[in-house]
């Protein structure tokens, strides 16, 4: 893979050039046996994905060709909803944190922050 775009214009010309490639039509190895995936978008009434704006995601679980399972939902809690309805463990990641409170991380690969709920830490 060649270096990541230095510049907006740059990245721009990457993403025109990819887009016009033709790629062989994927198909998973053999070895592999489940394949999950999760869309979520928001409804721009305040922002793309502002605190107060709805979201709407759905997520599928297929082996090879089958559908295993397939969910859609319209409320806050993806992670866990999809999750329940599911019946798999997951993992909810975010850019912003929903209850706990923390300071930004430094800019600089591998920074992170604690992420704290009444002075435990619960993430980072």
Same mark, same amino acid.
Not at 4 to 17: I, K, N
Not at 32 to 54: H, K, M, N, P, T
């Given at each position: 893979?060649?270096?990541? =775009?230095?510049?907006? @214009?740059?990245?721009?010309?990457? /993403? /025109?050039?990819?887009? !016009?490639?033709? =790629? &062989? #039509?994927? /198909?998973? #190895?053999?070895?592999?046996?489940?394949?999950?995936?999760?869309?979520?978008?928001? !409804?721009?009434?305040?922002?793309? +994905? %502002?605190?107060? %704006?709805?979201?709407?995601?759905?997520?599928?679980?297929? %082996?090879?060709?089958?559908?295993?399972?397939?969910?859609? $939902?319209?409320?806050? +809690?993806?992670?866990? @909803?999809?999750?329940?309805?599911?019946?798999? #463990?997951?993992?909810?990641?975010?850019?912003?944190?929903?209850?706990? /409170?923390?300071?930004? #991380? $430094? %800019?600089?690969?591998?920074?992170?922050?604690?992420?704290?709920?009444? +002075? &435990?830490?619960?993430?980072?």
């Amino acid at each position: 893979m060649a270096i990541w =775009p230095a510049t907006a @214009h740059e990245l721009t010309q990457l /993403q /025109q050039a990819l887009g !016009e490639l033709t =790629p &062989e #039509p994927w /198909q998973p #190895p053999t070895t592999v046996l489940r394949i999950g995936a999760c869309f979520v978008c928001f !409804e721009r009434v305040y922002g793309a +994905g %502002d605190a107060s %704006d709805r979201g709407f995601a759905g997520a599928a679980v297929t %082996d090879r060709r089958r559908l295993l399972a397939g969910v859609s $939902v319209s409320r806050a +809690g993806l992670a866990l @909803h999809l999750g329940a309805v599911l019946g798999l #463990p997951t993992v909810g990641i975010t850019t912003r944190p929903l209850v706990a /409170q923390g300071a930004w #991380p $430094v %800019d600089q690969r591998g920074a992170m922050a604690p992420l704290l709920v009444g +002075g &435990e830490v619960v993430g980072c």
